[in-house]
């Protein structure tokens, strides 16, 4: 029992460590405890509604 | 001693972690988008792994404090909160956690009484229930069914149920700004939500000390020390005082003779340490939830996205997203909107027109299951407790009987109502809220206590009354 619990913790840490990977890097980039921008800049609440806006008018212009 | 599991039991847990794993893989090979759903979904098996461990459950925590007065679970549950709120103070002063406080008013107690009567009657709380369906438990499976399809109808009644809303709240409503297909004027929820609940303050206690929360002073002294650590004392002095001290007293006066100031220490001490197990899942429970906030920011920041509602665009599973293009993506631990979403989904499928209110609408949603992040983490939530219950041999399938299935109906429809006036049920509407300082989050936790007493006295009573029957049929 506990073998099969070892291998299955050590699957579950591999992949928070393969998230983890994914996730730290933009914090290194922008630094703690301050705000700031990743190298891909999120998108205002403006141009998310403007991209809705046109995602439905493609939409219904095909 | 070990305990001898059955082969069997051994190739279905790895066969349910090589599912998740599959999934993984698969998705991130389609595309790495599906790294920010795969986060749920190994949170959630993180859960579920913990839940079941500690038996972490919110119904037996003060069931058996109200019922027997045996305080374990309910410490645990405390401690656990303490420990969360650690690391949650780490993340909130680096300045990137995902946490939003909740407005907060009387509507929280009332919420939390609602779902606290609810957990009792049902036998588990909503994350209880999950862990238990995961154990193969038929009455918990009711409960999670009860609380889906309560909730996902709950939020769309309009009609008759639009007279009893105030005349205040639909006024207020009505100035919002929402959109035509939002329909505020029909629905009593989105009077609630709109007219009264989006009008009541969103405070941090470090913010109602004038710190910032994203500040080191903030998050340690405002909201661990005084909006964490300062309650959650408080009730373990109090289930102290009322369920320890007495038994602890006898027992050390018939050994010493004499009960001294600091046998008080010793035995606040001996209770917090008799709750080992479920301490030890609430301490695993409490890092996890901390690095799930931490690891969906930077998912966030990586993708640039402010919401999974972009992702799943940027996929193409535009069906089913709000008038805002979000769906419901928490960034944390949360239980009962995703089992709302996903009856909701269903009943759209079906014919019913569930868009036009603010809850799936305008807030969070309605997406293909298959595709919605929170879903993922509650199916692996089950898939994980499945896994600890089956190495611990405690995985039973059990059907429930025609009395637990109408309790659990019951219960399961009080708490989806109650997780939907607080916007969050025992995990997102108290556990998360606690830890992170947030005071809704307590308002909600004292309503819940008090439902939970009340729905022990009450099946007290009911039991009572039904042995009684049936001893006078016996009788004759």
């Known amino acids: 029992m506990k073998t099969n619990l070892w291998v299955i913790i050590i699957i579950v840490v591999i992949f928070l460590g393969f998230m983890m990977g994914y996730a730290v890097p933009p914090f290194m980039e922008v630094g703690f405890g301050k705000g700031g921008q990743a190298s891909v800049e999120e998108m205002s609440d403006e141009e998310l509604k403007q991209m809705y806006e046109n995602l439905y008018k493609e939409e219904s212009d095909e | 001693m070990e305990i001898e599991v059955p082969r069997k039991n051994k190739l279905w847990a790895l066969g349910i972690v090589a599912f998740f794993v599959i999934i993984s893989v698969g998705t991130f090979a389609a595309h790495e988008y599906y790294v920010y759903l795969q986060a749920y979904l190994w949170f959630g098996f993180i859960y579920g792994m913990c839940l079941q461990y500690g038996r972490f459950c919110f119904a037996s925590a003060f069931r058996d404090l109200f019922a027997v007065g045996v305080p374990r679970m309910a410490v645990g549950i405390m401690i656990a909160t303490i420990l969360f709120g650690f690391t949650s103070a780490f993340v909130n002063a680096t300045g990137w956690s995902t946490f939003h406080p909740a407005p907060t008013s009387i509507h929280a107690a009332i919420a939390g009484l609602i779902f606290g009567v609810g957990m009792v009657f049902a036998g588990g709380c909503a994350s209880g229930s999950l862990y238990k369906s995961g154990e193969g438990n038929g009455v918990a499976m009711l409960v999670v069914l009860s609380i889906s399809v309560t909730q996902s109808s709950f939020v769309d009644i309009g009609g008759w149920f639009n007279k009893l809303v105030p005349k205040s709240w639909a006024a207020s409503a009505a100035t919002k700004g929402l959109p035509d297909t939002i329909n505020v004027s029909d629905g009593w929820v989105d009077q609630y939500l709109a007219g009264y609940v989006w009008d009541q303050p969103v405070l941090r206690v470090a913010e109602l000390m004038g710190m910032k929360t994203d500040s080191i002073s903030g998050a340690f002294l405002g909201n661990l020390l005084t909006g964490v650590g ?131 609408g305008w807030v969070n949603g309605i997406p293909n299951p298959a595709f919605n992040p929170a879903d993922w983490m509650s199916v692996a939530l089950i898939g994980g407790a499945a896994v600890m219950a089956l190495l611990h041999g405690e995985f039973k399938w059990k059907a429930p009987t025609k009395e637990l299935a109408i309790w659990a109906l019951i219960g399961g429809a009080l708490m989806g109502i109650g997780s939907r006036l607080a916007l969050g049920c025992n995990v997102g509407g108290f556990f998360v809220r606690a830890a992170n300082g947030d005071p809704s989050g307590w308002l909600f936790g004292i309503g819940m206590i008090g439902g939970a007493f009340i729905g022990v006295k009450f099946f007290n009573w009911w039991t009572e009354r039904k042995m009684a029957k049936e001893m006078a049929a016996f009788d004759l």
């Not at chain 2, 959650?232 to 018939?254: C, D, E, P, S, T």
């Not at chain 2, 402010?306 to 997203?321: P, S």
């Open chain 2, 230 to 360: 300062l309650p959650a004392m408080l009730i373990l002095l109090w289930v102290y005082y009322v369920w320890v001290k007495r038994n602890y007293k006898k027992k050390v006066v018939q050994e010493k003779g004499v009960f001294t100031f600091g046998d008080h220490f010793r035995g606040f001490w001996s209770m917090i340490t008799a709750s080992k197990r479920t301490s030890i899942a609430g301490l695993f429970l409490g890092v996890a939830c901390g690095l799930q906030m931490f690891v969906i920011e930077g998912l966030r920041m990586k993708f640039g996205v402010k919401n999974a509602g972009t992702i799943l665009e940027r996929l193409g599973y535009d069906f089913g997203l709000s008038a805002k293009g979000t769906v419901f993506d928490p960034g944390y631990w949360y239980v009962t909107t995703q089992e709302a979403q996903w009856v909701g989904w269903l009943m759209q499928k079906l014919g019913w027109n569930n868009m036009d209110n603010i809850f799936f």
